[in-house]
């Protein structure tokens, strides 16, 4: 699981598939904020794609280490 600081100042989550890495300080993107589910993840700093599975979007700080915990 990965939690990413969004614009906002709140976070997304998204579970990896497969061997893919995002690493700390990574600048990524995707095209829809809402969506669950299977989506396709950028990496900019990497110059990659793959695909994710957002768990939950707009997650306060002061909740992230239980929204980890699902």
């Not at 990659?48 to 979007?57: G, K, L, P, S, T």
């Amino acid at each position: 699981m990965v939690a990413v600081l969004t614009d906002n100042s709140q976070y997304s989550i998204f579970e990896l598939l497969g061997g893919d890495t995002v690493e700390q300080g990574d600048v990524v993107s995707w095209r829809n904020d809402t969506a669950l589910g299977g989506e396709t993840l950028t990496n900019h700093t990497q110059g990659e794609r793959f695909e994710v599975y957002f768990q939950n979007h707009y997650v306060p700080a002061s909740r992230l280490s239980q929204q980890l915990l699902m």
